[in-house]
């Protein structure tokens, strides 16, 4: 087991003077002058700076900061970094998009995954993310998802990773080309052997492994069936894209004579360990279904609007039950990973959607709801109790950011509101397990600098490489 964030010597640590402390705790209480106090990783109290204990082996004073609970990211493909902005992957549809930049992931090596987990997990965490979820599902040229763990340990952000696949190749009526699928068999043998080496379920958790074969266009159903009983068997979660796009509703009722929620239900895809990246295209009843089960969506906004494939009917699914977080998706069809931006162009989004009902007064999505979203929202998808707040017996994720800054100025009457209404900003401090993990707006565990340079330099041989 890896426990990689746990072995820092840290009994005992105190927070205090916050400006605001969000707890999103059961009774959603903001905290003015607020702190909390954590011992090994635990948060053992929250409150007003006055109600904690006055000592501790170290003492974070954050006072003109807001704090909130670490967020959740719930959706991402970390490899993606390395194919931003590919010219002619701009301005095309999924379908589109993903055929052009088939051939180019085709030549991944195993230290680009390395690389490209290091370049999104940091943008992640400077956009105020302590757990992450990332679905890997091709692996050419001997990529392993033990490349992308070995890259995160080094960034140090708790992780879900999915060991995602595609089976379905061209030959057999699927999207992707032939030599980027792997063998059925091959695929759950390897699902089985990431599990025995990396799963860790008990609470506090920094890596869970989850079987996540890709999308119905690029798997086939045999595969679905026989990854929902391994996850059932070896109590992991399931994860795959579901109802992104049109096209692929339009590919379901022709190939399977379902429409994509149904086809999942058939294989098996249905309960509160299940959760969709997307699920853009789906009906009243499809909705009241997914909340009947528990199963979870990944909202992805920015990808969504990127790859122009509709609104997903975020209000709806919460009002049915639906647990729903956030994803940054991507990272080629988004094409950052600024999680706290995400919160916001899931606001955004919510509120266009509104405009486009035919009826008029529908209820417009706040910044805390979103805000909700990205904590609460994420920790629930993901199946975790003791992530997404800040409340005794919680794990201490949160981030910080300074209000006295440029975007902020003449919007304090609301620190809250103004974290995501207002433009997009880097967290100036963020602690993972209690261990700081951003300083002062730097990341406290990797030098960026060569990294970022490496990372140029494999995207531009990914692109150039015949
Ligand atoms: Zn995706």
């Known amino acids: ?26 009774e959603r209480r903001e905290i003015p002058d607020g702190g909390l106090f954590m011992r090994d990783g635990w948060i ?19 006072s003109g900061h807001l704090v909130l609970p670490g967020l959740v990211n719930t959706h991402h493909h970390l490899y993606q970094t390395l194919t931003r902005a590919v010219p002619h992957a701009q301005d095309a549809g999924l379908f589109t998009w993903l055929k052009t930049l088939y051939p180019i992931w085709a030549r ?3 230290e680009d995954i390395r690389l490209s987990t290091q370049i999104g997990l940091a943008e992640l965490a400077l ?41 379905l190749g061209e030959s057999q009526g699927g999207l992707p080309p032939d030599r980027v699928v792997e063998k059925e068999d091959f695929i759950l043998r390897d699902t089985e052997r990431l599990i025995d080496a990396y799963h860790d379920a008990a609470p506090g958790s920094m890596l869970r492994i989850v079987i996540a074969p890709c999308s119905p266009f690029s798997v086939t159903s045999d595969l679905m069936r026989q990854a929902a009983h391994l996850a059932r068997a070896r109590g992991v979660r399931l994860h795959t894209h579901l109802a992104e796009t049109l096209d692929e509703e339009h590919f379901c009722l022709e190939q399977f004579g379902r429409r ?53 009917p975020v209000l709806r699914y919460l009002t049915a039950g639906v647990p729903v977080g956030l994803g940054v998706d991507g990272s080629a069809s988004n094409d950052g990973s600024h999680l706290l931006g995400e919160a916001r162009q899931a606001m ?35 199946g975790r109790d003791d992530i997404g707040a800040l409340a005794a017996g919680k794990c201490a994720d949160l981030v910080a950011i300074r209000l006295d800054r440029l975007e902020y100025a003449g919007a304090l009457h609301d620190p809250v509101a103004a974290s995501v209404l207002c433009a997009p900003v880097q967290v100036d401090r963020s ?35 015949g």
């Open 44 to 62: 053992e109290q929250v409150g007003p700076s006055a109600s904690l204990p006055q000592h501790a082996d170290t003492v974070y004073d954050l």
């Open 260 to 312: 994509p929620l149904g086809y999942a239900e058939d294989l098996g895809w249905s309960g509160p360990d299940v959760w969709f990246a997307h699920g853009v295209f789906m009906n009243d009843d499809e909705v009241q279904r997914m909340g009947r089960a528990g199963i979870g969506v990944a909202h992805c906004p920015s990808s969504n609007m990127r790859l122009a494939s509709g609104i997903a």
């Open 431 to 465: 602690f993972v397990h209690g261990r700081p993990v951003v300083e002062h707006g730097r990341l406290t565990t990797l030098e960026l600098g060569p990294v970022i340079e490496a990372h140029n330099r494999a995207a531009r041989r990914l692109a150039t490489e």
């Open 348 to 382: 955004l989004i919510a509120r266009l959607g509104a405009a486009l009902q035919p009826e008029a007064a529908r209820p417009l999505m706040t910044a805390r709801q979103a805000l909700e979203l990205a904590t609460l929202g994420g920790a629930a998808v993901l």
């Open 1 to 26: 087991m890896l426990h990689w964030a746990h072995t820092s010597p840290m009994p005992t640590s105190l927070i205090r003077n916050a400006t605001l402390l969000v707890t999103m705790d059961a």
């Open 108 to 110: 991944l090596q195993p």
């Open 127 to 167: 956009s105020g993310c302590t757990t992450a979820s990332d679905h890997l599902y091709l692996f050419p040229n001997g990529c392993r998802l033990d490349d992308e763990i070995e890259g995160a340990r080094t960034v140090g952000l708790r992780l879900h990773a999915s060991r995602g696949s595609m089976s």
